[in-house]
Each structure stands twice: as structure tokens, then as C-alpha cells.
């Protein structure tokens, strides 16, 4: 965003970035930004509180009023509450996915695990108004066929013309890990995103499917998916070390 | 997890050492009053409205978002995996903050938001990103645009 910021001003408008990456800015140097403590993905702080939000935004805003730049990098000074765990979350089941089981019986838990979630998302989507998933233009049953498919050791085909393959499965990917996130955090808790993230990566079948055709996907001979599945399907920090 | 010391020690070292743009110029535009301003989104978290395309690896363009656009309607589409997602799901304002916006500016703290607001996919090159963010800034200017809020994710 300090590149961005740095091309705009060029041109004549006033611009401020929010950092989350205060070292990159530092190095960027863009004319003004506003660094804050959040995670990544979170540049405005915490869901769902929009004073605190607010004051984000008006204490960026506020740096395009200053007459001392260039370069202006503030400090926000607050963290984000909803970081913290929520102790009162419960795991939406209590269920051990078959993470040592063939890849069939893997398939079968993880397509059986998306309706058992069903209830769960249908209502995150009446508590919010709204869901998330849509990327892959998908439903996510056919989300699921086609990852379950990849552990059957299937051809990966795409069903929508204007996706190559690779591409397909990402996006299903990335539906099928919104659905999973939204329905466990259905409900009045509100549980952090590593609450949520350690639950769909070491409890649930998806979590071990996704590792499994992950891994399947690197001996693939298609670059272009060993590509995917290396960077795109499961985050650096949930990769398991090998063996 | 806030903080580069609170991620995993490879990704925190990647963030820290990615190679950014050597800028030799320093350029600055004293903005308006908060009162008077009017401000535009322009995001890299790789939003896009949903039924149009998704970007897709490191596509340097860069998406409209119609001021109507709805929360049930924007997605993300940012290449990497590497980011929370969860705030988004909830609350759109966690990434887009159009509500607040319309907020500050219904209480008159600020001037006025802009009609359209924008979205970059932020692990694009910068350098490849330039020609469409001058382009972007005209389509600004012609919004009567004049201070642009730029959240990454």
C-alpha cells in the first residue's frame, strides 16, 4: 500500500496507508501511513466495534490534515481486543476426524462433515445476513466433490470454463475454509481467528484432507498446481513438518 | 497475533526482508480538512463484487467498487493465504470500512465518500501496479476525490 501511495501522491492526491508491516513501510517511505497492531487481514482492528474501528480511521485520516512530511509514520496505540481467545467458545462438534485413515474413508468423513455443518453455517448466514463463500461459483457440496475427488486420486477438472483447473481447486478451496470458519463461529461467542484456525486445521477432516491433498498435489507433474497446493491451500503456519 | 514477533519466524522473515519499491522521489499533497474532504477507498486486499472475476495470481489492475456495493457482495480474492479471514466473514468494516465512512461523514467529521472506490491485489509487484494506480488517480479526480485511505490486509 506505500507504493500505491507513493504513485497517487505523484499525482497530485493526498494519500495515507495503513501498515500492518511496519518494517516494509519504513523501507517504502510513503508519504504517510499509519501503523497498527493488528493481524494480518485486520487493518481496522476488530469486528464488529465500529468506535474502535473509527478511531483507526480518523487517526489515519488525520495524519492528511499534518503539515510535517514528508514522511509521517504514526503509531496506533491500541490493540485489538478481539484477539484475545474467547474462553466461552465451544467447538461446534466434538467429532475426530480420520486423519490416519485411507484416503476413501478420509473423502467420507470430510464430505459427511460438511452437511453435519450445514445448521451451523445456515446460522452464521441468519445471524450476519450473509456468507462470505461465492469465488468459486460453486455450492459448496460440489466445493467439497471436488477436493474429496482429489484424495480418490480423480482427474482435477474444472466445471467452469473460465478456471483452469489448479485455479478451480483453489478457489474451492478458499469457499470450503469460509464455510467452515463462518458456521464455527456461528453463534453469541467470539472466538479469536486462531481459536478458529486451530480448530479447522487439527480437528476436523476438512483440516486433514486439505493437508492430504496438499501433499498429494506436490508429486503432481503439473507445475502449475504443484504452484497451488504448495502456497495457496494450506498457510505456512498450519504446514506440517515432513513425516 | 499482532506483531511481526508474534508470526511464525519464516513468515515474519519474509514479511520483514520483501523487496519494496526504492523511491527517489518524495512526493506530498497537504489534504484538506477532515471536514472538507473526500475520501476514497483503495484497497490491496484483492476485493472484488461478487459475480465479477476473480483476480487471479498476481494480477496488477485494479477493481471498481460501487458505493451501493452491499457487505453480502464483495469478496476476497487476495492470492495469499497467509492472512485472517475471519474479521472479514464477520464484519466487512474490518477490511472495507465503506460503513464507517458513511458514518464519519453523516456526523460531519468528514466531508463526503466517494462514489466508487477501488481494489488493487496487494503481492502484485508495486512496479507493475504503477501505470494502473496513475490511471486509477485520474478515474479519482474526476470523483472529486481528494484524500485516499489505502488499507492493505
Known amino acids: ?243 | 497475533m499482532t506483531r511481526l514477533t508474534d508470526l511464525p519466524p519464516a513468515q515474519a522473515k519474509r514479511l520483514a526482508e520483501l523487496e519494496c519499491p526504492d523511491f527517489t522521489t518524495r512526493p506530498w499533497v497537504k489534504g484538506p480538512a477532515l471536514p472538507q474532504c473526500r475520501v476514497a477507498i483503495v484497497s490491496s486486499a484483492g476485493l472484488v463484487v461478487r459475480g465479477e472475476e476473480p483476480f487471479r495470481g498476481r494480477d496488477a489492475d485494479y477493481r471498481a467498487i460501487p458505493a451501493d456495493t452491499r457487505a453480502k457482495d464483495l469478496l476476497i480474492s487476495h492470492i495469499s493465504i497467509n492472512f485472517d479471514r475471519t474479521g472479514f466473514q464477520e464484519d466487512w468494516n474490518v477490511v472495507f470500512p465503506l460503513d464507517r465512512l458513511n458514518e464519519l461523514a453523516a456526523d460531519a467529521v468528514i466531508g463526503e465518500v466517494a462514489q466508487t472506490h477501488y481494489s488493487f491485489m496487494g503481492a502484485t509487484d508495486p512496479v507493475l501496479m504503477e501505470p494502473h494506480a496513475r490511471e486509477l488517480a485520474g478515474r479519482l479526480k474526476d470523483d472529486r476525490v481528494d484524500t485516499v485511505i489505502l488499507p492493505p490486509v
Open chain 1, 1 to 243: 500500500m506505500s507504493a500505491l501511495g507513493h504513485y497517487l501522491e505523484e499525482e497530485d492526491l493526498a494519500t495515507v496507508a495503513i501498515s500492518l508491516t511496519r518494517p516494509q513501510t519504513e523501507r517504502t517511505r510513503p508519504p504517510r501511513a499509519l501503523w497498527v497492531p493488528f493481524e494480518l487481514g485486520r487493518p481496522f482492528g476488530p469486528p464488529s466495534d465500529p468506535g474502535f474501528q473509527k478511531r483507526v480511521i480518523l487517526a489515519a485520516l488525520r495524519l492528511v490534515e499534518r503539515e510535517d512530511g514528508p514522511v509521517l509514520i504514526e503509531d496506533f496505540p491500541d490493540d485489538d481486543p478481539r484477539a484475545r481467545p474467547d474462553p466461552g467458545w465451544r467447538l461446534p462438534f466434538d467429532h475426530a476426524a480420520a486423519a490416519d485413515g485411507s484416503a476413501e474413508v478420509m473423502a467420507r468423513e470430510f464430505e459427511s462433515e460438511i452437511d453435519l455443518l450445514r445448521g451451523h453455517h445456515d446460522r452464521w448466514v441468519t445471524q450476519r445476513g450473509y456468507s462470505t463463500l461465492g469465488l468459486s461459483g460453486l455450492s459448496i457440496a460440489d466445493c467439497g466433490r471436488l477436493v474429496a475427488g482429489q484424495l480418490r486420486g480423480e482427474v482435477l477438472a474444472s466445471p467452469r470454463a473460465t478456471f483452469s483447473p489448479p485455479l478451480m481447486l483453489r478457489f474451492a478451496v478458499d469457499d470450503l475454509k469460509a464455510y467452515y470458519l463462518e458456521a464455527g463461529a456461528a453463534g453469541s461467542a467470539k472466538p479469536s481467528s486462531r481459536q478458529l484456525g486451530d480448530w479447522f486445521w487439527n480437528a476436523t477432516a476438512a483440516g486433514a484432507a486439505l493437508h492430504a491433498v496438499r501433499a498429494a498435489c506436490l508429486t503432481s507433474s503439473d507445475d502449475r498446481l504443484k504452484l497451488i497446493a504448495g502456497n495457496f491451500m494450506v498457510p505456512a503456519a498450519r504446514v506440517l513438518a515432513p513425516g
